[in-house]
C-alpha cells in the first residue's frame, strides 16, 4: 500500500490559482501528517547472534508490530522492513543481547530490489551499535539515524547482529528488541 | 493544545469559501512551525543519586522548549494526540563492569484506547556492561510504540547494577554538572 508522493503546484505570478492546483496543495499537507511509519518489536526472544569478524552477519528477527501505517512489515518475512512508499528514512533500533557477557556489534544494512537503479546487491552496514552485555542486567545494543540511500520500492532494511567468540542470546527482559523507520523526505 | 489540521480534501471550481484556505494555512503552519507542532526538550535540574538494582526516573524539571506545554516536571505529559518520537542522553559517574541501561516508560493515561489507565509500556532500552573507569553516556530514540493521546505521560529511566550519581564526574569537578541530559520529543504524524 504505497502512498502517492504529492505534486506541489508551481504557482508563477499572474497565474490564476485552479482548484486542482489548491486539491495537490491540500494532498501534500495530508500526506505529511500521515506520512508512512512503521514500528516492530520482539516478544519471543531466543534468537542465537552467531559470531562474526568485522560486519554482524544475523538478522534480527521480530514478532510483533506496533505501528505500520503503510504495509511495511510482514510476519512472513520478520527480519525486514520494506518501505512501501518510496523516500528517505530515518532508522531506530536496538538489539536486546542477553546476559551472557558477550560483546555484541550491531548495524543496519539495506538489500537492493529489482526498483534499485544500483541493481541487485547491498549497502551498508551503516548506523552501527554495540553492547557488552552485563552478566545480571544484559545489555541492548542500539542505534539511529537517516538512512544515507534513497530507498525504492523493492527494497528492504535489516538490522543485523553479530558477537565475538562467545555467542549471545536476544532476550526480552525490560523490553524486546526493536525496530522502526519512519518517512522523512521525498 | 495545537489542534490536529483539518485537510480540505477538494477545492471546487467557483468556491468563494474562505473556510477552505485557512484550513490549508493552518495545515502548513502546523507543519512547518515547531511553535505549533508540539516539540519538546527538557532537562533535569538535579543529578539524583540513582539507586542500584531498580529502574528509576530521573525527572526532568526545565523545560528550553516546550510548544505544546508537556512538561510536567517529571516527564512529558501528552497534550496532542498522535504519533511520538522521543531521544534522552544518559549519564552516570561509573566504574568498570557496570550494568547501565536506559529506557523510555510511557504510562497510559484515562483517554488511550490502545493503553489502559496505568498501563505501562517500556521502550527504548539502550545499555550494557561499562568499561571505562570514569565516566559512561547512553543515547536513547524510539518511537513510541502506541498512539499518544492526551493524559499518556513519558518517562525516562535508569537502570544500574550499583548505586551511581547521574552526571559526569570526570576530571573531578570540571566537568561536573556540565553536559546537558535532554529528554527530547516531537510530533510525528496523526493517530487513532
Redesign the interface.
Known sequence: MAMTIPTVPQLQAGYIA???D??N??AC??F????P?C?V?DVTAGQTIGASGNVPATTINFTTE??D?DGMWTVVNPGRITPATPGWYKV?Y?V??GNN?ASCDTAVFQVRGSGNPLGAGENGPFIPG???????????????GVWPYYLYAGDYLQVRAGGDAATNVTATT??GS?F?L?FVST | MAA??Q???????G?TSIS??QQ?TY??N??GNYDVRPLWHLEPSTTPSIGANA?TTLPYSIALFDSDKVSDSTGALIVTQG?Y?V?AALQIAAVS?????G?FLITGGANNPHLGAGSTI????????T?STADAAIC????V??VCYPGDQIVVQY?V?TARTSDANTNATFNTGRFNRPFMGHF????T
Not at chain 1, 552485555?133 to 542505534?143: D, F, I, L, N
Not at chain 2, 563492569?97 to 541501561?101: A, I, Y
Open positions: 485552479q482548484p486542482v489548491m486539491t496543495l491540500a499537507c495530508t505529511l501528517l500521515t506520512k511509519l514500528r518489536h506496533d505501528i501505517t531506530r536496538g536486546n543481547v557477557g554495540y553492547a557488552l552485555s552485563h552478566t545480571t542486567k544484559g545489555g541492548c545494543a542500539a542505534s539511529s525490560d523490553a526493536y522502526s519512519e | 490536529i489540521p485537510v480540505p480534501a477538494d477545492f471546487a471550481l468556491d477552505e484556505i490549508l495545515a502548513v502546523f507543519l529502574w504519533y518520537a531521544e563492569s557496570d550494568g547501565f541501561n529506557s517500556r521502550f527504548g532500552l539502550r545499555g550494557g556492561e568499561n536513547l530514540s524510539d518511537v510504540p502506541v537502570y547494577s510525528i504524524r496523526t493517530g
